[in-house]
């Protein structure tokens, strides 16, 4: 059965710091992982999508990590603003057929001016 | 196209009343997925949905939850009887046909507030 776990639950941090929010699945058997930024009020919005067979996939400041043999994912945001407060999700795709998505429960993030 | 498009936004029924939630899947886009986040705890699946046919409900509570996605419309959740329990945010999401290496795309969910 296949469990996500996000750490921190909670991270604060001065703007423009570079940093890295944890993701590990115990199954390494996922279709895809992929990153989601939920914002108070407005749903979930996807970040970034890593296939199984690739290693990393980058947007902007925005950079997600896989390795499956280990069971973890990172994603590294560069030069942190304000604007990045949000809580940050990672879920994972299991192999087959339906594709449904296996959530952690999600590091807070707060960048402060 | 907006996306996929939920409503109501906010939803309030009183313990025994039904809630209908709806789900307006991206055009093009005929697979659907309804997902429920309970207040401190993470996303959890319900149900995946093709047109006219319901694909993996392993999620669903066995009583008084029931959804469907008819050949025209959009894709409904139905809560009968709620109870204070069935408070929660419940997000929708849909993916293209046979491609569902494609990242799902969410609509901005319904706030569930059973009084």
């Known amino acids: 059965k296949q469990e996500v776990t996000q750490i921190p639950a909670a991270l604060s941090v001065p703007e423009g710091e570079n940093l890295v929010l944890n993701c590990s699945f115990t199954?390494?058997?996922?279709?895809?992982l992929q990153w989601f930024r939920q914002d108070p009020g407005k749903g979930l919005t996807s970040l970034l999508l890593i296939q199984s067979s690739q290693r990393e996939q980058t947007s902007g400041r925005l950079n997600a990590s896989l390795d499956k043999s280990s069971g973890r994912s990172t994603l590294y945001i560069a030069a942190s603003q304000p604007g990045d407060s949000a809580t940050y999700l990672c879920?994972?795709?299991?192999?087959?057929?339906?594709?449904?998505?296996?959530w952690g429960l999600g590091t807070s993030l707060a960048v402060n001016p | 196209n907006a996306g996929v498009m939920q409503n109501p936004r906010h939803l309030v029924r009183r313990r025994g009343q039904e809630a209908r939630l709806r789900c307006s899947p991206m055009k093009g886009h005929s697979h659907v997925y309804w997902y429920r986040q309970l207040p401190e705890e993470g996303l959890k699946f319900m149900v995946y949905?093709?047109?006219?046919?319901?694909?993996?409900e392993s999620g669903m509570p066995k009583e008084r939850f029931s959804a469907e996605f008819p050949k025209e419309g959009p894709s409904i959740l139905r809560i009968q009887q709620v109870v204070r329990g069935d408070s929660a945010a419940y997000f929708c999401?849909?993916?293209?046909?046979?491609?569902?290496?494609?990242?799902?795309?969410f609509g901005s969910g319904t706030q569930l507030s059973v009084l």
């Open positions: 199954d390494s058997a996922i279709y895809n």
């Open positions: 999401a849909s993916s293209p046909p046979g491609r569902t290496y494609e990242k799902l795309l």
């Open positions: 949905l093709q047109k006219e046919n319901i694909i993996d």
């Open positions: 879920a994972a795709s299991n192999a087959g057929n339906n594709r449904k998505l296996i």
